[in-house]
């Protein structure tokens, strides 16, 4: 779907992928038959845009196919779908029946993040409608924080230099200009918008900037003003919005317990205090825990906010809230 901002500037607004499980081409296209074509269809448009998820084997499949390529492109295009962002912050399996901490490997001390990156930004430039300026692939924010080292940090700065390069090189032999946000989240190395700021900047400005997601930006307690006028002072630009809200409990503990139900195996729901938002180490057991059973059974203060994608139009039951 595309929106027009007021200063006539085109918006891409896109559907995510990556809820539905599909790993390589054929399920890729059913999942698009199963859920993307009705959400187009009951909008009532002629094209919906998505943000799709592609799993490193098949990334790599068609990052070395151009046949392969053009066949996606004119399977979303008869579907009436077009891609101008990928998520790249899942690897693969992200829809096992457990996947919690697993979904942060391989980081960006590996070669492998970059090569599936990079694969990503050579699909997507194929991909990309004729008439988009550019396209943007959403990343993990380097790792989760532990373990995070010196020796770690020096071999994602690398990497990150090597990543640059090899969006330039796609703009060199596409025409295309593909740009990767990292996404900060509860519990990485890059968990709050003041660690990019202070992590991040010095990245090339014109490939590498920030993916803001809603809901990680209010577990973590940061007014969106402030936050962008953070990103924007250390010269990191956001290259992606991921439109969501949080769960918050204003008393997480008392009563019947609302959030037990709301514990579950497969994901990580980190759980934040407002203390966070102030403290030097926003992961800080004092208000933090890295996922909502360890929450409920430390019985942190409250008010929390839990890292779920709450919808928009959807709030949960009272008393819970969303952001």
């Not at 096992?96 to 960006?108: I, M, Q």
């Not at 769960?247 to 934040?272: C, I, K, M, S, Y």
Request: hydrophobic share 45%.
């Amino acid at each position: 779907m595309r929106l027009r901002h007021a200063d006539g500037s085109t918006v891409h607004l896109g559907y995510c992928t990556n809820v539905h499980p599909a790993e390589d081409l054929p399920g890729i296209l059913g999942q698009l038959d199963t859920y993307a074509v009705p959400v187009r269809e009951r909008l009532g448009g002629d094209l919906l845009g998505l943000g799709l998820w592609l799993a490193a084997p098949v990334a790599a499949e068609l990052a070395a196919d151009a046949g392969l390529r053009r066949r996606l492109r004119t399977e979303l295009t008869v579907r009436g779908l077009e891609v101008v962002t990928l998520n790249g912050f899942p690897y693969a399996a992200f829809q096992a029946p457990v996947v919690k901490g697993a979904v942060y490997h391989p980081d960006w001390s590996t070669a492998e993040r970059t090569r599936y990156t990079l694969d990503l930004a050579r699909v997507l430039a194929d991909l990309l409608p004729d008439d988009a300026g550019r396209g943007s692939v959403s990343t993990l924010p380097l790792a989760w924080r532990t373990p995070w080292d010196a020796e770690r940090a020096d071999a994602a700065r690398r990497r990150l230099d090597e990543l640059a390069d090899g969006l330039a090189a796609v703009q060199r032999e596409t025409g295309r200009v593909v740009r990767v946000g990292f996404e900060p989240e509860p519990g990485c190395v890059v968990e709050s918008t003041d660690q990019a700021a202070r992590l991040l900047s010095g990245l090339d400005p014109q490939r590498l900037g920030i993916c803001l997601d809603l809901a990680h930006l209010a577990c973590a307690w940061e007014e969106p003003a402030a936050a962008l006028a953070r990103l924007r002072a250390a010269h990191l630009s956001v290259v992606k919005v991921q439109v969501s809200a949080a769960l918050e409990a204003a008393d997480p503990t008392g009563g019947a317990d609302p959030l037990r139900p709301w514990v579950e195996p497969r994901f990580l729901h980190q759980t934040r205090g407002p203390g966070c938002a102030h403290a030097a180490d926003p992961a800080d057991p004092a208000y933090a825990a890295d996922d909502l059973d360890a929450a409920l059974d430390a019985r942190l203060p409250g008010p929390w906010r839990v890292h779920y994608h709450v919808p928009l139009h959807a709030p949960p039951e009272p008393p819970l809230t969303s952001t």
